[in-house]
């Protein structure tokens, strides 16, 4: 008891039936007896066991694909693509598309000359996670399973978050209670779970809805896919308790398989290809950004006219970026989302920073209404 505590309180402790007291839930241990681990790999150097992860990016850009080769390298036990898995059981809770789940597991399984996965589990309907009893009903009926093939969850996959969630996405309550209830399926196992989940509007702020995700995850890896040259790229935003990999790239290539009636119906797996960085898309994402370039490259235009009757692609011209920003509030836009709009730009090459000035590359102003 401490010697600041007042006397009445000290008076009421002593008076407690210590018998009340029941084992504590919650238990310390002095620092210095804490064992540094090694990482403890699902796939190496990639995704660490008994972890809480997140797969995000824009509608078909292969993230399912991805879950699905995880999924079947680990319920298999063979390599992820040249790196070493721990074999266990996988439990995927699918939320739409089951026939064409059906058909990418025959292709990766073809593809990879191999047998299907025994221990791969796929739900037949989503459910809501934000609502404990049902994650209670999800961990019952994953445990029945295990139970009867003789196995331990090892990997839990969500695909996708939308199809599985029936809060708020932008509420952090929300989303704080999605998360709590897949920590228990993670505890109760010790199990990696995978979230497979949509970017949002502008790609590069990572996940869609509320941070309390991004801050709640061990793990967070971004998928993109280039129309330059239609490879699907694997890169890692967060490792929390380790370094951050090297990127990945696959290619998406056809593959026949049986379907029931022993007709040959197309589908498709992912072969490893050699990364590359890819080539920047020089275009605006989003309404505020759009409307941002319309200001500068009117503002070029402008400058053009006064100093030269010549095009102007033929003209390196630049603008004072704080001008910029004034015409763009000028114009109806909000100061914050000026101030975000520009940054973007120029964080992804866009719009060219040059000290105090600012202009756009050739190639962007090609592409631009005159």
Not at 337 to 352: H, M, P, Q, T, W
Request: glycine share 8%.
């Amino acid at each position: 008891m401490s010697a600041k505590t007042p006397k009445r309180y000290a008076e009421q402790w002593t008076e407690v039936d210590r018998s009340l007291f029941k084992t504590p839930k919650i238990r310390f241990v002095a620092a210095c007896d804490m064992g540094v681990k090694p990482a403890d790999w699902l796939i190496q150097q990639y995704i660490e066991a008994d972890t809480l992860a997140v797969l995000y990016g824009a509608p078909g850009k292969g993230k399912s694909f991805l879950a699905l080769n995880v999924s079947c390298c680990i319920a298999k036990g063979v390599p992820f693509h040249g790196h070493d898995v721990k074999q266990g059981a996988v439990f995927y809770i699918a939320g739409e598309g089951h026939n064409g789940l059906a058909r990418r597991l025959r292709a990766w399984a073809r593809h990879n000359s191999t047998e299907m996965p025994e221990h791969l589990f796929i739900s037949d309907a989503p459910t809501d996670l934000s609502d404990v009893g049902n994650a209670l009903e999800l961990m019952e009926a994953m445990q029945q399973l295990a139970d009867r093939h003789g196995v331990t969850p090892t990997l839990i996959v969500i695909d996708t978050m939308a199809r599985n969630f029936g809060g708020d996405e932008n509420s952090a309550m929300d989303v704080g209670s999605f998360v709590r209830h897949t920590d228990l399926l993670r505890r109760y196992w010790d199990a990696t779970v995978l979230i497979v989940h949509h970017s949002g509007k502008d790609g590069e702020r990572g996940a869609r809805g509320s941070s309390a995700l991004k801050g709640a995850v061990d793990a967070e890896y971004e998928v993109t896919r280039s129309a330059d040259d239609e490879l699907i790229r694997v890169t890692t935003r967060k490792m929390k308790d380790a370094d951050e990999p090297p990127p990945l790239a696959f290619e998406l290539v056809g593959v026949q398989v049986l379907d029931d009636t022993g007709s040959y119906v197309g589908s498709a797996a992912l072969k490893l290809a050699e990364y590359s960085t890819p080539a920047l898309a020089l275009k605006p994402r989003g309404i505020n950004q759009q409307k941002a370039l319309d200001v500068l490259h009117q503002m070029l235009n402008e400058q053009a006219t006064q100093h030269s009757k010549e095009p102007l692609e033929t003209h390196t011209i630049s603008i004072l970026a704080n001008d910029w920003k004034i015409r763009c509030e000028d114009s109806g836009m909000e100061r914050n989302r000026v101030k975000e709009a520009c940054a973007s730009l120029e964080k992804r090459g866009v719009v060219v920073r040059n000290g105090l000035h600012v202009m756009m590359p050739a190639l962007v102003r090609r592409n631009l209404p005159s």
